[in-house]
């Protein structure tokens, strides 16, 4: 069933101009009458002009707005100066009431630019269908329209991308300035690293605000507002953006090398590559940094309980070991804000296996759903595989002012949790890089 209707009178034909207050009208007369359409909200997106001379769409639409008195609470007339900005703000109410199903209603001339805008700013968590805006019989004059499907010319794709881009690097800051956490282990002359928290970016859905840096097709975060996170972070961070790696999470041990064929899926990533950038995600799962100031390579590892059993840490060490020829006993590693034992819970079965490594990695073992301390496993695993104690930070730190291994669930206004916050949940990293 559509939950909102979104009638799109943006940049109208000059012929279809002068009928705006008869178009809306007949549009949501259509609205009232059909139950296949009624939906509880209505926004319609029109065109705010510049300067004083020509006035907005909006104040046109005004009297055509008066006769719908059932429509009137749930109706919106949202005017922007471009396309990407009245679709962003109109995405924000969306939200803001968890809806998900949308009808668009529009020329059939804006279809496939609006489908390209849709496809930038929303993900697969919503459903769009569209219906041709019915307009009187003397637009006969108008030109054809595109083909059902076809592909828009790349200088128009580009030229939308742009203004997508140009509005959300207008938009401020929320919930703070961006913070980045460092480790006093790695040294700042030769990496530059840190650990992201949640505040800075421009994110607004609660679970995701505000510097969310990873989209998926179950959340409600688009790429480009990723991106922009991204790009906001690099700029506070000092790298560059367009050299910036992500393992592809799997869960496993698989290693990328750098320079090397890229496998499908990864959880660790090493180089020796300067001003490349690697980055691991987290929302409870740990981010963990590695960083050889002797032969100068570096690495980043996503590290969730089944990787942490997987020994996928201890791979990423054994990489950089064999491919650049690092001691073991050089390398550092930096385990950042994860999910703690005091609020990590797994089935029994699999706290067993956490148990094996060592029986002070469990807490209330006879429960059946035990405590697991997902960082002690990662160290003991760490340091039979050769690593020096004194060269992994963790939680057991004792200065807490240099302490980065938060529990991401103890702390909501620094940190995302899937723990706490469900499935639409936001996503922090670790990040590394030799620098030039």
Known sequence: MVEAVLI???????????NIQGLLCNTLETIEKCSSIHAPFVYVMCCQRQGSERKGEQEFLLPALGGFQSLKRKLEVVCAL????ALYTIKQRLDEKDLSIIKVILPTLRK??????????????????Y?????????????????????????????????????????????????????????DDI?????????????????????????SSKRRDPQVVVKENLRRLANAAGFNPEAFHRVKVNHANAVCIMGKTEPDSYDGIVTNQKGVTLAAPGA??????????VRKACGAAHSGWK??????????????????????????????????????????????????IDPKCVRLFDSANPYVDIRRATRILLERGGVLPENIQDDSITDQNQNVTFCTTCHPDKFYSHVRDGANFGTQIGFISIKD
């Open 191 to 215: 990496f530059l690293h840190g650990f992201t928290t949640r505040t800075g970016g421009i994110s607004y859905i609660p679970t995701l605000s505000s510097c969310n840096l990873f989209s």
């Open 131 to 187: 219906e041709d805006l019915q307009v009187a019989s003397d637009s006969e004059n108008l030109p054809e329209p595109q083909g059902e499907g076809q592909t828009l010319p790349s200088q128009d794709m580009a030229l939308i991308q742009s203004e997508i881009q140009r509005h959300l690097e207008s938009l401020p800051s929320l919930k703070g300035e961006l913070t980045i956490l460092r480790s006093s282990l790695i040294p």
């Open 307 to 356: 990787g942490t059993l997987l020994g996928v840490s201890m791979a990423t060490v054994n990489a950089m070991v064999s491919e650049y020829g690092c001691n073991v006993k050089d390398i550092l590693v930096v385990l950042g804000p994860s999910v703690g034992p005091c609020c990590y819970k797994l089935p029994h079965e699999s706290a067993e296996e956490f148990h094996r």
């Open 8 to 18: 799109d009178l943006f940049n109208l034909p000059e012929n279809l101009q002068n």
């Open 82 to 85: 471009t396309t990407a900005a």
């Open 112 to 129: 496939d630019l609006m489908k390209a805008y849709i496809d930038h700013l929303f993900t697969a968590v919503y459903q769009f269908e």
């Open 284 to 293: 409870d799962c740990i981010p963990v940094l590695f960083a050889d100031p």
